[in-house]
């Protein structure tokens, strides 16, 4: 049988907090695969848009 689980947003928050640890090695993973290789790494993630932008600003006014 299946635990008693709840759905309500306290009990979301509260599941969230007591498997903080889970979940931060998680996300860590995630974004140290996504990035895998790359040579910015993470900061490709904030100089992407920044680079479009560019290019987009540069088209527009040419």
Do not use: C, D, Q
């Amino acid at each position: 049988m299946m635990g008693n689980h709840s759905i309500s947003p306290a009990g979301i928050i509260s599941s969230l907090y007591r498997h903080r640890h889970l979940l931060f090695t998680l996300i860590k993973r995630e974004i140290a695969g996504r990035y895998r290789g790359s040579y910015l790494g993470p900061l490709w993630s904030l100089f992407n848009p920044l680079i479009m932008l560019a290019v987009y600003t540069f088209v527009h006014w040419v």
